[in-house]
């Protein structure tokens, strides 16, 4: 009964203590963002949504590649010249890990090669984007997004480009949903270094 009676004793000294503090972040009233703010945090983010659509191109340009539909790519179906990336890849052997003289699809998705075509294509993501955001506040509001609608409007999923259904249109939401249906274009297309413009 004694070490019960001490439990409360402390437990009601604790929440006394606790109560006569102040907590600003719990009493202050949220306030929203002004526009400004969200362009910043807007930078700030995972390349999750490029990085999948990266991946995605990469598979398709195996499978263009893998003419005799093996699942695996060799010299006959693709040259150095073709396979050349400046900096990372010089050709076949470069892919080829284990020297069998084939490329399966999990040594043609190196990671040095997601890293430079992300590195190739958020560039010009950016410029597509900044054609669009006309006051350049990285936003992308209601007033300036009458062609990003149409262009995503065959994918209702990605609602226009607004993700999130705020209204604006951040860098990071259009990239994720121009990268979700990228791959769509490059299957139907061998124009690989073009982006689709709207």
Not at 65 to 74: M, Y
Not at 99 to 120: A, H, N, P, S
């Amino acid at each position: 009964m004694k070490r019960f009676l001490l439990a409360a004793v402390a437990t009601s000294a604790l929440f006394t203590s606790c109560a006569s503090q102040t907590l600003p972040l719990v009493t202050q009233p949220r306030m929203t963002a002004p526009v400004s703010q969200l362009s910043r945090q807007s930078t700030v983010r995972s390349d999750e949504g490029l990085r999948k659509g990266v991946v995605e191109l990469r598979k398709v340009r195996f499978q263009k590649w893998d003419t005799n539909i093996s699942g695996f790519l060799t010299p006959d179906e693709v040259s150095d010249e073709q396979m050349a990336l400046p900096g990372v890849i010089t050709g076949f052997k470069d892919y080829d890990s284990n020297g069998d003289g084939k490329i399966y699809l999990e040594e043609f998705l190196r990671e040095d090669t997601i890293q430079f075509w992300m590195g190739v294509i958020r560039p010009k993501l950016d410029e597509l984007f900044s054609k669009h955001d006309l006051d350049g506040n990285r936003l992308i509001t209601q007033n300036e997004n009458a062609k990003l609608k149409l262009f995503f409007s065959p994918w209702p999923k990605l609602k226009g480009g607004d993700l999130n259904s705020d209204g604006v249109i951040t860098f990071s939401e259009f990239e994720d949903a121009y990268m979700e249906i990228l791959p769509f274009f490059q299957q139907t297309s061998e124009k690989q270094q073009t982006l689709p413009q709207f």
